[in-house]
Structure formats: structure tokens, C-alpha cells
């Protein structure tokens, strides 16, 4: 294959699409604004790499099996280079409860629905380091690139051909048949064809939170207690959500999500003492944040700008660009509390390798791409944009005086609360159905779609509460003016500010 391809970004996106493409023969070419990684040792490159385009690199992350199933099936060496730098694996089997792991007979697919998880600075280390190994591809560090070189056409779309940038304070311009735009959410190349082409849309909303993350270290000799323990490490009290996120190399994470309507509360936890205090109020954190098991490391990482955004460069069956094709946080951002953004850019290079190798005509290439993110990756976004949706009412609705939901609005919340989580708290076979959407294998809602799956809810939704005691998790954490009180905040302020319709 004589086909050149030039990726703009060296983060998850451009990495995954150098690892899809690199077997088809191509001569690709990476260009990555930062400077390469400080080191090959996991702790120094977290504590120093500057790799400002990727603002989420020091947020806890954990990678779907989409993407761990990419790795296994085409580059296998890969995993056992990440296993063998502290990466690690949780297995079906970790996601069970007490319950379910007494009467749990593994199934062959059961080793598909396996996550891998560490800290974002390792994965990406140890797959710029095969990327690095692979013969026909080249990363170029400290290359920004500014421009795409474009011209345009008499039917209206803009033929890309290739990027103009800087390196070393020189002026560089480079040419390829194709160009990939995996620059991330700040990239800003995508905004030319905006410019330049009729034939762009874009949709983007709020998700309505802000993240926070401490990292911790385990002391020696000590061990990570269970994820899903008693109460597990996770959990949502509507003002706050929590996780704890296993790390690698006697490392792991904390993050807190808050809502945006929480002022008091997404001020202070900025500061490490007052966010590590807050963990030791929530009975699934303290086995993890207790003094004797582990001691907080750095400051508190802090994301906002977490922006819900779908662009299309097809309208109505015309492209806006020719050899040009955008993927990861360029062409769809999404809430990262789902942990689906590295998998949608897995995915979308998986959808491009389709789609270059279907065809050689650069129109129906364009077409084609868009149509394989609207049939792949639109559900997952949608299911996720209503979730948020939800979400934000829900943190508005906690903080208005008075407010008393709808007959229909305790009716839905049952069925899912009451349902839905009880019956995969229960049965192994729906949560395996569960898992198969929630880790991109399926469509995100065809597991409830299914009339077997659904009667099973029913089920344990009409036994009621009384019947269903044991499935149900102790109560994660206390309430608002609870928690608040008890970290000397102010919890009355942001009552009256949404009263007063602030």
C-alpha cells in the first residue's frame, strides 16, 4: 500500500489509529505539538510529563474492553508490554457482587468484558513506545501544526492536502493522501473546515459537571481493598458521584464529579486536606483513603468544560472535506463519567481502517466514515446526552424549595432504581447482557430491548423493596446538609441562589 497518512496527535486517538493502520502497509506519520515522554519509568512520567493536549491525562481513567479487544486481537504484544508495566486487568468476575460470585460458573465471553486500568500517563507511555517500534510509522514530537493546506473544489467540498506547521522555529508543510485530526477537544484544525465548507454541523450541551481527582499510593505491604466491596467504591448521592479508580504500580485514584450548580462545594474541593476529608466521609472510600492503607499524593486535578458535542462533517449526503477525517474528542465529546471517550477514538480508527480500505474514492470514503459513526458511536452518544440531561434536573431539583417530583417522574426513577439495578445486582446473565453495552460491544440499549431481559427486571421490580433487601447496596454516603455541615460549608447558599433563579 503506497497511501500516505499524516495523524495530527500523538494522545489516545492518533496512537489508536497508528496501531489500526500500520498492518494495512501505509506510510504514516505522527505530529505531536508536545514533547515526548521524560522517561520509560511510569512515576517520573506522571510527575513531569507536560503533554498540555491532553487535559484529562492526570484524570483517573479506566479502558473499556472495545478497546482492550483491539489490543488482544491485532497487537498482542502491546498487552503484555502494558501488563508488564503495572497496567492492570479487572476481570467480569470483579464486577460481581457477594451474592452473584457464590453461584458464578464463568461462560467463554466472560474474558471479553475485562477492563484495563492504570494511570492515563502509563497506557499512553507504553503505546507511544510500540507505536515508536512499528517500522512504517514516525513520531514527530514538538511539531505544531497550524493549518491544513486546503483547496477548494468546483463542487464546493475542500480537498485537504496536506498541514503546515512549526518545528524547531521552522515553517514545515507536509503532504499525505489523507489527513487524520485527532488533536483533541482544544485541536483547532477542524474549525478551518467550518470555515471553508458549507457542509458542517455541529450540536454541543453542557453535561453539567465538573471532575476532581486525587491520586493516592498504597504503603508498603499494603493492598487495594475490594472495588465492589460492602459498601462498594463507587457510588452517587445526586450532589456528588464518586469512584475509586486501581491504578498501577501500588497506585490508584479518586475522583469526585459535582455538579455545576454545587458552587460551594466544587470551590473547596480544590484543596487536597478538604477533598481527602470528604472521601473519609463516604463508607466505600475509607477502606481506600484511610491513613493506615494509603497517604493522598500531588494536588487535586480539576476538569471542567466537560462539553457534550457531536460534529458532522456530512449534510444532507455532501461533504465538507475530501481526504480529511477527524476522530476522538475532535469529532465527539462526551460525558467522561461513562469512560467511553478513549473507545470512541479506538473505535472511530477501526471505522476509518473500514472505510479506507472499502474504497478509494475520496467523496465515497468521506460518506462512508460518516455514516459508520452515525450507525456506531451516535446511540452511545445520545444514551449518554439523556443520562446528563437527567442528571442536571436532578442536581436543580435537589436544591429547589419545595420541589416535589411527578407521579410519572417516581415511576421511571423505581423502575431504574428499583428495577433495573436490582435485577443485575442479582441475576449474572443480565448483568453479562449489561456489560456488553455498557463496554461498546453492543448497542448500548439492546440488552433491555430484549424480552427475556426485560421480564427479568418486571420481575424483580414487582417483588418490591422487602423482597429485594439483600440486592440493595448500603447507602453510599450522607445526605447534603449533612456532609456539607459536617465539612463546614455553607449548604444553604446554593438553595437560595437557585430559589432566587440564579
Not at 62 to 90: C, Q, T, Y
Not at 212 to 227: A, I, K, N, Q, S
Not at 455 to 462: H, R, T
Request: hydrophobic content about 40%; charged content about 25%.
Amino acid at each position: 500500500m503506497s497511501e500516505t497518512a499524516i495523524i495530527v496527535g500523538a494522545g489516545i486517538g492518533g496512537l489508536c489509529t497508528a496501531l489500526t493502520l500500520a498492518p494495512t502497509g501505509r506510510s504514516i506519520t505522527i505530529l505531536e505539538r508536545d514533547a515526548p515522554p521524560p522517561g520509560d519509568d511510569p512515576d517520573l512520567v506522571f510527575q513531569e510529563w507536560r503533554h498540555t493536549g491532553v487535559g484529562q491525562l492526570r484524570q483517573s481513567h479506566a479502558f473499556l474492553a472495545r478497546m482492550r479487544k483491539m489490543f488482544k486481537r491485532d497487537h498482542p504484544r502491546l498487552l503484555e508490554d502494558l501488563l508488564a508495566s503495572g497496567v492492570r486487568e479487572l476481570p467480569f468476575q470483579s464486577m460481581l457482587t457477594q451474592a452473584q460470585l457464590g453461584s458464578y460458573r464463568p461462560e467463554p465471553g466472560d474474558a471479553e468484558l475485562t477492563i484495563i486500568t492504570s494511570r492515563r500517563t502509563t497506557l499512553e507511555l507504553v503505546m507511544r513506545r510500540y507505536v515508536e517500534t512499528l517500522a512504517n510509522v514516525t513520531i514527530r514530537s514538538d511539531f505544531l501544526v497550524r493549518r491544513l493546506m486546503t483547496a477548494a473544489a468546483e463542487d464546493g467540498v475542500v480537498d485537504v492536502r496536506g498541514v503546515s506547521g512549526e518545528c524547531g522555529g521552522k515553517t514545515e508543510t507536509l503532504e499525505a493522501d489523507i489527513i487524520i485530526d485527532s488533536s483533541g477537544k482544544s485541536g483547532f484544525l477542524i474549525d478551518q473546515i467550518k470555515e471553508e465548507s458549507a457542509h458542517y454541523a455541529e450540536e454541543q450541551e453542557s453535561s453539567g459537571i465538573l471532575y476532581f481527582t486525587l491520586h493516592y499510593r498504597l504503603r508498603p505491604g499494603m493492598d487495594e481493598p475490594p472495588r465492589l466491596g460492602n459498601p462498594p467504591a463507587t457510588g452517587d448521592l445526586g450532589f456528588l458521584k464518586f469512584g475509586a479508580f486501581p491504578g498501577d504500580n501500588g497506585c490508584f485514584s479518586i475522583t469526585i464529579a459535582v455538579p455545576e450548580v454545587e458552587m460551594e462545594l466544587r470551590k473547596a474541593i480544590l484543596d487536597p486536606d478538604f477533598f481527602h476529608n470528604l472521601t473519609l466521609l463516604l463508607p466505600g472510600l475509607v477502606p481506600w483513603t484511610n491513613a493506615d492503607r494509603s497517604a493522598p499524593v500531588g494536588r487535586v486535578h480539576g476538569m471542567g468544560d466537560l462539553i457534550s458535542r457531536w460534529r458532522d462533517v456530512v449534510v444532507d449526503g455532501k461533504p465538507a472535506a475530501r481526504g480529511y477525517f477527524a476522530l476522538g474528542d475532535t469529532l465527539v465529546r462526551a460525558n467522561p463519567l461513562y469512560g467511553r471517550g478513549c473507545s470512541f477514538a479506538a473505535a472511530s480508527a477501526q471505522l476509518l481502517l473500514a472505510t479506507l480500505e472499502e474504497s478509494a474514492d475520496p467523496t465515497a470514503r468521506a460518506l462512508a466514515y460518516h455514516k459508520r459513526l452515525h450507525d456506531e458511536l451516535r446511540p452511545y452518544y445520545i444514551n449518554q446526552r439523556t443520562q446528563d440531561r437527567s442528571a442536571i434536573r436532578r442536581a436543580r431539583q435537589a436544591l429547589t424549595p419545595g420541589f416535589s417530583k411527578s407521579v410519572r417522574a417516581r415511576i421511571i426513577e423505581s423502575f431504574f432504581e428499583d428495577g433495573v439495578a436490582i435485577a443485575v445486582r442479582n441475576d449474572v446473565d443480565l448483568l453479562r447482557d449489561a456489560m456488553r453495552g455498557f463496554h461498546m460491544l453492543e448497542h448500548p440499549n439492546k440488552w433491555l430491548g430484549r424480552p427475556r431481559n426485560l421480564a427479568k427486571v418486571f420481575y424483580y421490580w414487582a417483588r418490591g423493596k422487602k423482597r429485594n433487601a439483600s440486592a440493595y447496596p448500603p447507602k453510599p454516603g450522607p445526605e447534603r446538609t449533612e456532609m456539607l455541615k459536617a465539612l463546614s460549608l455553607n449548604f444553604q447558599s446554593d438553595i437560595d441562589r437557585i430559589a432566587q433563579g440564579a
